[in-house]
């Protein structure tokens, strides 16, 4: 199954969320992310982060959701849409879930403050990636609706 994490410009949120979930996914279910309008780069705070946590970072880039290698199975966009943030709406016959998170890229502030609202993203994607992967995922990605319906409620956690 391939789980596409899907924002604007594809530079922190869901480069977060790809390389997350690709760290703690078994086997047969992996991560892609894109962007509607790709910043050009990965928000080199973001790469730092998963440094931090112990995730790979290699082979991460911005990139175009015109560009993706596969089709994916599930979308979940993760931009903030309750900030006024336009979500993308991805085309396509695929699960699509909601999981909104403020963009980290726009916060200012101290580099301590900055920092502080990455590892705020980060918590929130990963306690909602934890959660994706604890379901029994052999038999709901046979089941759409109560995958979706699952996935759905998972976007209103926080950790």
């Known amino acids: 199954m391939n789980v596409l994490f899907l924002c604007t410009g594809n530079s922190c949120r869901s480069i977060l969320a790809e390389a997350t979930f690709n760290h703690l996914a078994p086997a047969g279910w992996r991560a892609l992310s894109a962007g509607s309008k790709p910043a050009g780069y990965v ?93 029994p995922l052999d038999t709901l990605q046979h089941d759409c609706a109560a995958l979706k319906a699952e996935l759905d409620r998972i976007g209103q956690l926080l950790p």
């Open 43 to 135: 928000h080199p705070r973001s790469l730092a982060l998963l440094a931090r946590e112990g995730i790979a970072t290699d082979g991460y880039h911005s990139k175009s959701w015109d560009a993706l290698p596969v089709t994916p199975d599930v979308v979940v966009t993760v931009c903030a849409s309750a900030a006024g943030e336009i979500c993308p709406v991805y085309l396509g016959p695929v699960l699509r879930t909601h999981w909104g998170v403020d963009d980290p890229a726009h916060a200012t502030g101290t580099d301590a403050e900055i920092d502080a609202a990455f590892a705020t993203a980060y918590r929130i994607l990963r306690a909602r990636i934890e959660a994706f992967l604890a379901l």
